[in-house]
């Protein structure tokens, strides 16, 4: 099962995270893929002002990871985009993370899909032709599956 999502704006790439962020529970990841410039960091903006995080997450491009909290979950947002190899995901703590207490949003999760968790949403963002943002979620896992059970239904 699969969801599509039509965003035109900012707003609207932030609401599908609102959408999805009441039903968001510890351990949670939510992996992002599609190229720059298509939404990721938007959502995770989104998500985090719907976690009730007051700080607005930037693409953590350099950082790697940032955490935020303040919220009803923290939120731990990495982007992979600057690492060659799979071995520097330990360097950034990255398993301990995402298996941690709060909700990890992973951008740039395709270069190691072999470190995908079992357990994940994955949305994979594109620009149409008409500069419309097409958000394709999908799930694995049982609590993947749950989530994107609930988001279309909230959809």
């Known amino acids: 099962m699969g ?5 035109a704006s900012v707003e609207e790439t932030q609401r599908l995270a609102a959408l999805l962020a009441p039903a ?3 351990g949670d990841v939510l992996l992002l893929t599609g190229d720059l410039g ?18 607005v997450p930037t ?3 350099f ?12 939120l731990y947002h990495f982007d992979l985009y ?4 799979a ?7 990255y398993f301990a993370t995402i298996e941690g207490d709060g ?7 395709d270069k190691f899909c072999e470190a995908c968790p079992e357990d994940h949403l994955l949305l994979d963002f594109s620009v149409r032709s008409d500069g419309v943002r097409e958000i394709v979620i999908t799930s694995a896992g049982l609590r993947g599956e749950a989530l994107l059970e609930g988001l279309a239904q909230r959809l």
């Open 3 to 7: 969801i599509s999502y039509a965003s």
């Open 63 to 74: 950082t790697l990871m940032s955490s935020y909290e303040g919220g009803r979950l923290p």
């Open 38 to 55: 298509a939404g990721k960091t938007h959502f995770a903006q989104g998500l985090a002002a719907a976690l009730g995080i007051r700080e």
């Open 24 to 26: 968001l529970e510890e």
């Open 87 to 93: 071995g520097e995901l330990d360097d950034i703590d």
């Open 103 to 109: 909700v990890s949003v992973v951008e740039w999760a």
């Open 59 to 61: 693409s953590p491009t």
């Open 82 to 85: 600057r690492l060659d190899d």
